[in-house]
Every structure is written in C-alpha cells, then in structure tokens.
C-alpha cells in the first residue's frame, strides 16, 4: 500500500518548487515495522527483509535517545500525532538527521497503527522544512518575520508580523506586501527587496516609517532587515525579511531633535513678539498642528509679570501663532488681538498647571467652557487633541502655549506634553531675557539720550555736523562721545574721546568723562591743561573702582581724548589730545592736512605732561575730529583709513551734511567693529565792525574814558538800549583791574549773539564775588556784574587774566527799570557807582 502511495505522488527533484521524497514506514501499536518503502530504503540504506518485524527503536543512533522517542510516543498516545528532528542511524553506521512527521491511523482490529513521514533534513528544500520547527522557533518570536518567493509573494510569515499589520495570513499567503496596502513606503520597500534579489548584498537595519492597517491612528517606525535566500547550488530561491518594531526609540529621536531645533531656533532674537513666534513655529507640523501663544500684556510692556488670580477672567494677548493652514483660520483671534481664557483655564495658568487632553470635548473641556466662539472652531476644523502649557520663568507665569492637532489622527500622548512642557520652559526663558532686555535696553537708549547731546548748541563760530554709531547697534549704545561747548568771548570747545569697550557701562563712563569736561571748559582752561585736570580725575576714578573691586574698570582706564579750542577773532585753533587720533584740518581750497601734535599718553597713566598746538585757520577751514573707529578695521590699517578719510574730506566747496555723508559711505562698513564718533566743524571769523578794543593805563581817571568809549560803539553798533547796563558793567571792571590788578589793562567789546564785554588786566588773581554789608563803601562790583548780565567768569592767559560778562542783546526787566527817568535814583540806590567818576 504504501508503495502505491508514494508513486502516486510526482516527485521532481529537479523542479526547485517540488515537495522533497519522503520516506514512508508503518508500524503497529507495539512500534514494529510492518511496512517499508523504497524511499526509506533510499533514506536509510535497510532492504525491507532487514526491517520488517522489528522495532523501530533499532533505526535509533545513540541508545540515549530512547528517552525522547518515548515522550514522543506519549504526545502521539494524547494527540494523535507528532512531528519533529530525530537522528537515525544508516545501514553503514553513519548518522542520519531525519524529519519526522508521526500520524495516526485507523485503528485496525489489533489496535492503533501509525503512519512516518520521514525525510533527510540535509537534503530538505528550505518550504520543504517542518512546519512543526518554524513554528516553535520562528512563529511564536515577537519579531516579525517572512518569507517571499522571487515574485515578491508571501509565502510564509509569522503571528508578530500577522498582528502587527492588521491583515491576516490568509490574504497575505501569495501576494505582494503593496498588493494589500498601497504607500510610498512599501514602493519604496518593495524597490529594495528587487535590488537585494539582484544583487545579493543584504539590507541591515533599515528605518521605515508609516501608519499599519491593523492601527491607522498611530504612526508606527520599524527596523528592517532584507537578505536573499538561495539553495547550496546557489540559485536563488526568494527572500526573507526581519522586522523590528523601533517606534519607542523613532519617537525618543524625534522628540530630541524637535528640543535641539528649539534650542537653535527660539530665542534668536532678543524681541518678545519674535520669541513667542519662534516658539510657534518650531511646534507646527512636528508636533502640533495648530499653535497659539499668549501673553500677559505686561510682558508685553516689558513689565514685571503679573497676573490676576480671580476665579473670573484672565486678559492676554496674542503674541504668536502658527498652522498647517494657511492664516490660521482655526484661531479665534490675531497676532496683537485681546485673548482671555475661560475661567477653569485661567485657574490653571494662575497655578501654573499644564493641561492634557487626548480627546477634546466640546462640551467639557476647560479650553471651552462658556466660549461658544471656541466650541464653534472646534467643531468647524476638527480639533481632536489639546495641550495647554503654562509659559512660566523664574517661577512667574507670564503666559500660556495652546497646541492642538486636527490633521493628525493619533492623539497628544504623556510624552508629547513632557516635550512641550520642555521647549516651553526654554521658550519661557527666553521670552523674559527678552522682556528683561527690553527693559534695560529701553532704559540704556534713555541713558544714551541723556548722555551724548541732543542738539549742539546755538553759537557762531562753527557750522558743525556729526554722526554716532554705536558697534552693537542692536544696543544703542557705546562709549565714543563728542561735544561742542560755547566759551566766553565768543570761542567754542571741540572734543571728541573714546571709552574702552562697548555697552552701558562704557556709555556711563562716557557719560562721565563729558560732564567732567564740561565742568572744566567752564574755568576756560588751555586745552593742555583741561587733559591734565581730566587725567588726574580718572586716575582717582580708576582706584575708586579698584578699592570697590569693579570689574569695569578698564572702561576708564585708557580713555581717549582730543580737545580743541577755536577763537572767531583771532582765528587761532588751540589743540591736545590724550592718545587720540590727530584732526583733520581742511583747507578752503580743498588740501587736506593731519597736524603734527604731540599724542599724549592716554587717560589715566599720569605722570607725562599734555602738550597743545596752535593753527591759524582761515574763514571756511573745516575741523574734523573723530574716533579710531572711523579710520581702523579688520580689513585695513589705520594709514588706509587715514587715506581714505583724506579722499572723503577734500571736498570742501559742499555742504557738511554732504561731506559727512561721503565718509560714512567711505569709510563705514554696515557693522563697524568699534564705536564711531565724527565731528565736523566749518570756522567762522568775527568781522573787524564787530569787535572794538581799548588799550587802558592803570589810572582811575580813564574809568570815565572807558564809559565813553562803549557809549560810542554801542551807539555805533545800534544798541543804544544797552549802554547805560554795558557802561555800568565797564565802570566796574576797569575800576577793579585798576585798583587790585596790574597793568596792562585791555577792555574789548565783541557783538555776537550776545553783547560781551571783557577787561584783562596782568594778575592771575582770581576774583571773588561777596555780599557787602550796607555800612560798606564798596564791595559791591560784581555783585552788580552778576546781577545785570547772562553769564560772566574769568579766565587766565599767559600774561594774566580776562574778566568777561556777557548781556543779551534784548532789554531785560532790570535794563528796563535803570532806563526808567528815575534812573538817578535807581542808580543812587544801587550803591552809588557813578559819584565816584
């Protein structure tokens, strides 16, 4: 019977697709053969003589393995059948690895009988292999496998791979993967198993990303592995792929790329709006579809966070917002709009409370409760899944971050709102160093205002101009200054320095420095002498903030300056500088010059004297002062810089402003390294009709003299209104240069913007002015000066000093009041001066 059977089966062993020849053997209830094949001669070498009759346990090749053979006798006595490897041993002794299959027969009236299938292993096409063996090594393993022919069908797979795509084994046998579910990645997949076919050279951990059919709402990510199977003759007989389910690791990356991008891309600018949009954006589409961050309107401001901590309403306002849609129709306002949260939201962010909800709910959510215009966003886009995550630094809430999905099936998970609340905590940081930047630049900018000079003031000597550019313009401020300060007899102060360093405490240094130089022009001291004055104060400056161990130090130490004085009368320029670079000096006709004057070391050294110059300038010269800044770069030397400063200056028939724009655009690049100050001043010179002087002996008796002389200039001039005040004030002066200095004694009248009149005389004795009692006969001199005139002082030369006042040109009410007819009396009571002459 058995031999029949096996013919009945075609066998074909050179078809790569036909069933190996199995061995067939019948044994009865006792484990005797009692039937024997030609295959199991073929397989195991015995003639059917040899075997009938005898118990099976004689094909065993160790004695040891009865014991198996007897728990398989057992499962068959329970099951009905068994299948598995057994080693048997061949005619000529040698060890056969065989593939047994064990089935029962019908019982016949001497017992049960039972059927083998046996087969070599070694000689077992690889579909040919116990399905017994594939499925308690490979069936069962929780990674998913199969197995593909040459045409890409499924031949074989296992329970992992059956569960994890949704679909069952019985559609799969027999097709393509694609031919189940179409995706670009199984094109993409399928398109690589071709090339492993054709080439041989496997696919090792190779990462796919996609949503399953057995779980559409989750993306899933997996690790493949493709290698091609092929026989020991070498032809190819299909495919086998391993897959590994690697979404957990897949998220874990993504989620630490989405913080690195974050920390890359929020907080690139120190804008509280620019912040909040940043944050916005980096969260949409990698985690969010929707994004919406609000802010407390004080923060906003740039003020200290506040927020109200009533059951009721909490106001912000929309400072960012972004969407897979375009213009964010699913928000319920725009960027600067209004936003307030209803009320169990807003208890949420006062307690600084994150909030998540998978499945949002209309009906209950806290995002919603008494807004129907939210509800009706809801319904109308499909929003599914909601985070709400405090903005919260240095333990002050100052807003709140919404993200929602709606494209995206797969709900807001515990990881996701870790990930949000930790970009958040980072985009709350920088959103108050934004906020806190902006206080302080704000108050910086207001500094700077304070510092340097809004409008340089009215005076007639110089037609000025100038520029100041600050290095980190984002900041406003800097520590290179100028200054254009009026002195008396109608000169002016140019001065220009360099603080060392950038930012606010260079600005306040600066800041400084120029109100200690306008203190000392007030004494009208010589330019050499100002820098020795200003040298000695940042000497104490400088211990001052050692002693306090301030680490600004170097801001004042090392500071830079050059200080001009210009006179329009005798149109001489007096200049020192302090380490500073030299002026350029431009003459009418256009020749550029950089005077030769002594450097001087820089402030703060002490112990080397400063040294000035003088130039005679011409009416139309022009000055230019400026900073390193302007003439030293990365790019060039400061000789290149001077050359190209001397080309942009030597234009001196246009305007200043035309002549300042030209060595901007020179000579500024768009980002200077240093701070830049330019100053340009264009001379002016006093006609010969506007200045009148009087050489006087030291006789009381040219006090009168010296009255006429001014009545008849001021007549001369027009300014009759003024003469009896001018008169009064030369009485006074002359009188005191006669009686308490020496000679000579000059008086000179000059008409500028004001009347000025100045007596010198050759004492440096400094005067003084006091109260007289009313017993005094005199004392009473300046006193009068002080009161009757804008401004006077004294200032010493190099023979002496010069006692000046100036008046204005308009009547004031004491003018008005001694030109009154009652002005004998008046002047009676006012200490009686003129009985004296």
Known sequence: ???????????????????????????????????????????????????????????????????????????????????????????????????LRVCSLIDSPDGRSWLLLASDVAQTRWWGADLSVLDGLLSRAPIAMAVLDTDLREVWLNDALEQRGGISRARRLGRRPIELMASPSLERIEAQMRQVLKTGVPLLDVGYQGRTSGDSDREVATSTSIFRLADSAGRVLGLCYVSVDVTDRWRAQQRLALLTEASTRIGTSLDVGLTAQDLADVAVPRLADFVAVDLLDSVLRSEDPTVRSTVGR???????????????PESVAKIGDLVVLAAPAARYLVAGEAVLEPVLDADRSVWVVDDPVRAAKIHE???HSLMLVPIRARGVVTGVASFVRWARPDPFEADDLLLAQEFVARAALCIDNA?????????????????????????????????????????????????VIPLSGARVALVVGDVVGHGLHAAATMGRLRTAVHTLAGLDLPPDELLARLDDLVIRLTDEEDTAAATAGPAVLGATCLYAVYDPVSRICSLARAGHPPPAIVH?????????????????????????????????????LYTNGLVEARDHDVDAGLS???????????????????????????????????????TRTLTADQV????????????????????RQLALWGFDEAAFITELLVSELVTNAIRYAAAPIRLRLIRDRTLICEVSDGSSTSPRLRHARASDEGGRGLFLV????????????????????????????????????????????????????
């Open 435 to 483: 906020r806190r930047y902006t206080r302080e630049h704000t108050a910086a900018l207001a500094l700077q205002r304070s510092l340097l000079p809004h409008r340089l003031p009215g005076q007639t000597a110089v037609e000025v101009a100038w520029h100041y550019l600050p290095a980190d313009e984002s900041a406003g401020v800097g520590g290179d200054w100028f200054d």
């Open 692 to 711: 009148a002087s009087w050489d006087l002996p030291a006789d009381f008796a040219v006090v009168a003299l010296a009255r006429a002389h001014t009545a």
């Open 314 to 328: 909490t106001p912000m306002r929309r400072a960012g917002q972004q969407s897979l849609r375009a213009g964010c």
């Open 1 to 99: 019977m058995m031999d029949t059977l096996e013919a009945t089966v075609p066998y074909m062993w050179d078809d790569p697709f036909a069933l190996p020849p199995l061995a067939t053997v019948v044994l009865d209830r006792w484990g005797t053969v009692t039937s024997w094949s030609p295959a199991a001669q073929r397989l195991l070498g015995y003639t059917p003589e040899q075997v009938l009759g005898r118990p099976a346990m004689f094909f065993l090749h160790q004695p040891v393995d009865v014991v198996a053979v007897y728990a398989a006798v057992d499962r068959c006595q329970a099951d009905g059948d068994w299948g598995g490897l057994l080693p048997a041993r061949h005619a000529d002794g040698h060890r056969v690895d065989v593939g």
């Open 588 to 624: 009418p006709d256009g020749t550029v010059a950089f005077p030769d004057l002594p450097a001087g070391p820089p402030l703060g050294l002490g112990g080397l004297p400063f040294e000035a110059g003088e130039i005679e300038l011409p009416e139309g010269s022009l000055i230019a």
């Open 786 to 837: 002080a009161q009757f005139t804008q401004r006077w002082g004294a200032r010493y030369t190099a023979g002496g000093k010069t006692i000046w006042a100036e008046q204005s040109l308009f009547p004031s009410e004491a003018e008005l009041v001694l030109n009154h007819p009652l002005e004998d009396t008046m002047a009676g009571a006012l200490g009686g001066v003129w009985d004296a002459f």
């Open 644 to 682: 190209r400063l001397r080309t942009a200056l030597g234009r001196a028939d246009e305007s200043l402003e035309a002549i300042r724009e030209g060595v901007i655009e020179a000579l500024l690049p768009d980002r200077p390294d240093d701070d830049v100050a330019l100053l340009l001043a264009r």
């Open 381 to 383: 886009f499909g929003l």
